[in-house]
């Protein structure tokens, strides 16, 4: 991998890139374009920090990767929790399979936090919408326009603003995420209110188990404040389930009544699907997965949506991270391409620091190319585990 931190000049160094969006995919694309030298600033539509309901993350090396570039002050001792074993259960409990298989687990919470610390305060503008994006040609210049009659204007534009991307939409309307069938419950559990059985069998190792249309799989991973001390973490799980497309729109209702489309947080599931995750738990899980899940007081939802975008530039406006690409969570991807868009684009753009064009167009076919085949590895991958048999599905 090129260091491209280590190629910067003076021409580079005058550029400005103007960012949409503040969570991982954005803070990887600011604190990577600022390794090499570009002005950045980072618009969020957000009013406070962003929340960390997204659970767990395997530890991946690009993430690395870019703490090392962005000079992120980092404790490795508290990067993540350790896994050794990949477990696999029957549905009685018996195990299936046991191999080691080490790895560190960590949490969205420190992913965030580390980055955002590496980025600072000063350019990161919170509560900022955007409407539009505006392109001068001739000036080779691209101008964000925000709801509240702001605007602002830099060399390059990154769409780091999630599947539901408003650079997406503008540019490729017709490139959306697509459904796939099923959802993933997920919760957040308290090591320290583990129930018994599920310590005992789930503790410490990487564990699955497989039904028809089920598939689970937990691990711990940092706790409250990247807490890693045992005692402190917290068990992540996630509940892949089959769900037709109209029961998903009952699911993805809120307990307000209100719609959420294809997620809805922690805290927000309605009172019917949390019995419902219970009550399921009860049928269709191991014992240390079923204890695990029906101990969770709170479990959310997310809908499993795939994307690949064929373009990712549009003159100087480009997209990266789930903007562009959604590969399914059996990858254990997503975090990780978002990264590696980002560390591609600032070599791409340190090698040729007199020519935004041309390090653009070098970018996005390799970046397209791998945004199209994590899709294919997770279609595959969720195929083989939901719908391999006959596939037992959510009811109401």
Known sequence: MRDASKTTNSA????????????LGGLFAGNMLRSVGWNVDIFERSAGDLDSRGGGIVLQPDVLEVFRRSHATIDKSVLGVQSRYRTVFRPDGSIESK???????????????????????????????????????????????????????????????????????QYWSDIQPRYAGYIAWRGLLAEDRMPRVSRDTLHGDFGFANNKGSHILGYLVPGADNDVQPDHRIYNWVWYRVVDQKLLAEVMTDRDGKSRGYAIPEGFLADRWVEHVHREAQNLLPPGFRDVVQATPQPFAQAIRDLASDRMVSGRAVILGDAASIPRPHTAASTLKAAANAIALADELAASPDDVDAALAQWEPPQVLYGKYLEKQGIETGNYLLFRNSARQVSG
């Open 12 to 23: 580079a160094k005058t550029r400005r890139a103007i960012v949409i969006g503040g969570s």
């Open 99 to 169: 191999h080691i298989a080490p790895q560190t687990q960590t949490s969205w919470s420190l992913i965030y936090t580390t980055l955002k610390a590496a980025f600072g305060e000063e350019h990161y503008h919170r509560a900022k919408t955007l409407l539009r994006v505006e392109q001068d040609e001739a000036a080779r210049s691209v101008t964000a326009i925000f709801n509240d009659g702001t605007r602002e204007t830099g060399d390059l534009l990154i769409g780091a603003d999630g599947g539901n991307s408003t650079i997406r939409r």
